[in-house]
């Protein structure tokens, strides 16, 4: 019912927050901060606040705002018993004095994940843009199913209490957009700018989706025959794998990995490139191809044993790929600038990027 709670002292610090589910950002309480200031008296401020995606539910006492964030229609008078409940609470555990005198106002900071006094030689900010392909591809090449898992890393190292703004050239292609809870939430929704705060050194800014599939690019190609004669021991296995939309990019890091059926007992191939092991007990191929050359594409030909007297295999084995491709989003994504307010001094700044396959299989 409650997805979160918020409680804010009379100075306008977000002082506690409670998460039952996913973390909220504290930009939520934005709308709340609007309405206060709308309300001619700083405590009366409407008791239900709707949000494009949540409705804010809160109550008053002893100088502190409870501010409950639900993302689905409840019957508010619920919930507002619920906060008063957790008011007791706290009454009963700081006395009958007054819980807003109790709890310190001056030294709280509405910046919890950033200390104060940060201090760098050199300034920097550097992000990864880290992509992940899932994607089956079907015996004719067609593409059965794709989805870009990505994220935003970050490495700050500023002085001071930075306050940046992170643009996009394509932001409106992310879908299901997971935030830190340093950027104002409220700016993204409007502007599709992430605005905030950093904290200091390595963490998450954002994780996202893409998941349209005619923008998800497949970036390699995977040319198979794989056969296996009725009442034979042998069969055919000839793979080549090759880049297919790479915009310019070296596809590195390449290895596939094929569950073989039960009753192979061997295999003898020849790799065009790179090197390659079975293992006649799990029955697994693995080739490490490494990188792509487009001069030449990597193959792997020969014959494969079977059990005497086994029957034909029901199944092709599905082929499953591993590459990267640096400084490439698949999705197309792109910073478009960096700008920092709040400071005087100019930080070095970079952005990276590298795409990976997540659970890519290829069906033959």
Known sequence: MIHSLFLINCSGDIFLEKHWKSAVSQSVCDYFFEAQERAADAEN????????????????????????????????LFVIEFLHRVADTFQDYFGDSNVGDTLPTGQLSNIPWRRAGVKYTNNEAYFDVVEEIDAIIDKSGSTVFAEIQGVVDACIKLSGMPDLSLSFMNPRLLDDVSFHPCIRFKRWESERVLSFIPPDGNFRLISYRVSSQNLVAIPVYVKHTITFKENSSCGRFDVTIGPKQNMGKTVEGVVMTVHMPKAVLNMNLTASQGNYTFDPVTKVLAWDVGKIAVQKLP??????????GAPKPEENPSLNVQFKIQQLAISGLKVNRLDMYGEKYKPFKGVKYITKAGKFQVRT
């Open 299 to 308: 193959s792997l030909k020969g014959m494969v044993n079977l059990q005497s």
């Open 45 to 76: 401020v409407p008791p239900v606040i709707p949000t494009p995606h949540h409705y804010l539910i809160s109550i008053c006492r002893d100088k502190i705002f409870f501010v409950s964030v639900i993302q689905t229609e409840v019957p508010p």
